[in-house]
């Protein structure tokens, strides 16, 4: 039976350099709200009858989002490097306004919060998109789930 979904994602610790208290929640809550719900069909190892489902290793190297896939078992399907050059603005601009965010929490109107949230719900909608375009012909999945790539791949990015 066919189970196109992930169940279970890594990032390369060695890639991570900082995190704040406010960034760990970002990243916890995107991995679980990610493995709890998610669509996700890597198109070779899909055609090789590999149905899943998969777990998933992401890190950076070299400016290259890395995306090792293995089955269930953990036993290695395929990988798929993508240059982030096109993410390079939205990551940056994703780390300003959750700056904008976390800050406002603490002490800025409801009214304040909800305009620095949209704005930041917007990139991240954007970035999501062009995670999308990316996985063309890659990967198919959902735009929740590639929201939630996305996060993931913003905390792989953090320089301390």
């Known amino acids: 039976m066919a189970d196109a979904r992930i169940i279970n994602i890594e990032l390369d610790e060695a890639t991570i350099l900082a995190r704040n208290p406010d960034i760990e929640q970002e990243r916890r809550v995107a991995m679980f709200d990610l493995i709890e719900e998610n669509s996700f069909r890597p198109h070779r190892s899909w055609d090789a009858g590999h149905h899943g489902p998969y777990r998933l290793h992401l890190a950076v190297h070299d400016g290259r989002l890395s995306m090792d896939i293995a089955d269930a078992a953990g036993a290695p399907l395929e990988s798929i490097i993508l240059a982030m050059g096109r993410f390079r603005r939205s990551i940056r601009e994703y780390f300003a306004v959750c700056d904008s965010y976390y800050k406002a929490v603490r002490k800025a109107t409801a009214k304040e919060i909800e305009t620095i ?37 913003c905390v792989l990015h953090i320089r301390g």
């Open 117 to 153: 949230d949209m704005a930041r719900r917007g990139i991240h909608n954007h970035a999501a998109e062009l995670l999308l375009d990316r996985f063309e012909g890659k990967i198919e999945t959902d735009h929740a789930t590639a929201r939630r790539l996305f996060t993931l791949i």
